[in-house]
Nanobody, 115 residues
């Protein structure tokens, strides 16, 4: 059974930092591309950052220079380090795992940036 479990969300002030984690199980983790998406109220889900099976990363323009995605294949985990957070980063953040036509999602973790 495939499972993706996110953690690390919460309430943070503007300019603060959070580190999201996603623990995967049930797949050969190292073969999969991993990504973080987010969905704000009333908006479509959007890609935040992705990392391929060989470590190539990509980022949404809105988070470049502030967020960093990384993976640890030994721990079957992917991380999102978020710095200089802004109110517009407020959303539910989802972990995604993909390999060809296989596509899995976590349940999401809430990130709220507010003073």
């Amino acid at each position: 059974q495939v499972q993706l479990v996110e953690s690390g969300g919460g309430l943070v002030q503007p300019g603060g930092s959070l580190r999201l984690s996603c623990a995967a199980s049930g797949t050969i983790f190292r073969l999969y591309s991993m990504a973080w998406y987010r969905q704000a109220p009333g908006k479509q889900r959007e890609l935040v950052a992705g990392i391929s099976s060989i470590g190539i990363t990509n980022y949404a323009d809105s988070v470049k220079g502030r967020f960093t995605i990384s993976r640890d294949n030994a721990k079957k985990a992917v991380y999102l380090q978020m710095n200089s957070l802004k109110p517009e980063d407020t959303a539910v953040y989802y972990c995604n795992q993909k390999l060809q036509n296989l596509d899995y999602w976590g349940q999401g973790t809430q990130v709220t940036v507010s003073s």
